[in-house]
């Protein structure tokens, strides 16, 4: 079979082509330094400011509030990082989830390490997270809570805003989201977080392209030292074409955000109606999970065997597990839910960008038949 259908769009996604051309423009008309005082530093500096504008735009938040950045991975450092470092004279206790991704979870047992008192949140397998859990947590020496507005295995949709307005009532604690899965993909509203992290290339942009939107109010230090640049926020040289293609991805992803919703809807439907038929399934994406991800694990089979047999077959997944049979790869995400190890070892994650077409997802339920039977049952697992 020769179409290549590719479900990782949680991954990242190809680059659009209007993206690039920007990119390519802006390199070759403004590749001043937007820092230097002569005119093409200053023309470069407006494609910038332009760029920041239109995005502020598409958030709705400020000019200013925008610090651009190189991945959600450095958002999320910076935030971390930045609040809690700034802002630990006020007090030591920070609070996330248990099923936050790396870039917040390492950065958070790191300040465990540095003496930080850190909490985490527990969830079910519906994604409903502990906000009785939250709520006992709110002392007023918490200065920081950092929770994902979609997770990237799951799909779940944490309650943010409830989050945030608890936290609001009962603490001076700034409030991070990590929008990485869902910038494009759900609604967003600015009035419930004082931080959010976002990478371009899950959107359509270039690799190498994010932002971290910070409130006024927002106490942040920084976590790199040089030039100063965005406001003292992040030393290094702004890529002006960078910053101007991230602009031209979000302008995209919002522009046609019904259209792509309505699709991923259709094909996460169809996916999810056909997979229940399929015994050695078991679906683990709750049905209010965002549509553009749709997770299920393997009862009877090593997923990372299934993943790499559709892999020789043109058809691209995400599994968590190892390939070598020692190497036992899981996802916590799915472990701290409440699923056996058995299942968190042996789940598939199935991500869309909203241009999928129904045949694509015919082919690959034809294709997993045609795996799970090639392939015989993992029977050490049972
Ligand atoms: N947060 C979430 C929820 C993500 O899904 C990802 C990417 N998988 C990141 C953060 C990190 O993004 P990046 O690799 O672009 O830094």
Do not use: W
């Not at 820092?35 to 000019?63: M, N, P, W």
């Not at 099923?99 to 527990?122: I, R, W």
């Not at 003292?232 to 293609?245: D, I, N």
């Amino acid at each position: 079979m020769n179409k290549e259908i590719y479900f990782d769009c949680a991954s990242t996604v190809k680059t659009e082509k209007e993206v690039l051309d920007t990119f390519l423009n802006i390199s070759n008309q403004y590749y001043a330094n937007s820092s230097s005082t002569h005119r093409l530093g200053i023309e470069a500096d407006e494609i910038l400011s332009k760029a920041r504008e239109q995005i502020a735009r598409y958030l709705c938040v400020k000019k200013d509030e925008i610090i651009f950045l190189s991945s959600a991975t450095e958002a999320n450092n910076l935030a971390i990082q930045g609040v809690c470092n700034r802002n630990s004279k006020r007090g030591k206790r920070i609070i996330t989830t248990a099923a936050e991704h790396p870039s917040v979870m390492e950065v958070f047992k790191q300040k465990e390490k540095e003496g930080f008192d850190v909490h985490y949140l527990n969830y079910d397998k519906y994604g409903n997270i502990d906000l009785n859990q939250l709520n006992a947590l709110l002392t007023k020496d918490v200065i920081f809570v950092s929770m994902m507005k979609v997770n990237n295995e799951t799909g779940y949709i944490f309650d943010t805003d409830k989050a945030y307005k608890m936290v609001k009532e009962k603490t001076d604690a700034f409030f991070h989201i990590d929008a990485t899965q869902a910038i494009g993909k759900e609604k967003i509203d600015s009035s419930y977080y004082d931080l959010l992290s976002m990478s371009g290339h899950k959107i359509g942009g270039i690799k190498g392209s994010g932002l971290l939107v910070k409130k006024k109010d927002v106490l942040l230090s920084p976590i790199l030292f040089g030039g100063g640049q965005e406001d003292g926020y992040r030393s290094s040289t702004v890529s002006t074409p960078l910053c101007a293609s991230l602009a031209t991805a979000i302008r995209l992803a919002y522009s046609t955000f019904d259209k792509r919703r309505e699709k991923a809807l259709k094909i996460n439907s169809y996916l999810r109606e056909n997979l229940k038929k399929i015994d050695e399934v078991e679906i683990i994406s709750p049905i209010d999970a965002t549509p553009y991800i749709l997770s299920f694990a393997l009862k009877k089979h090593k997923a990372s065997i299934i993943s790499e047999d559709l892999s020789n077959h043109n058809i691209f997944i995400s599994t968590k597990s190892a390939c070598s049979s020692k190497e036992k790869g899981y996802s916590y995400v799915i472990k701290n839910a409440g699923y056996s190890q058995l299942l968190a070892e042996n789940s598939i994650r199935l991500s869309f960008s909203g241009k999928e077409e129904i045949e694509e997802g015919e082919i690959f339920i034809q294709e997993l038949k045609s795996s799970l039977s090639r392939i015989l049952e993992d029977r050490h697992e049972q």
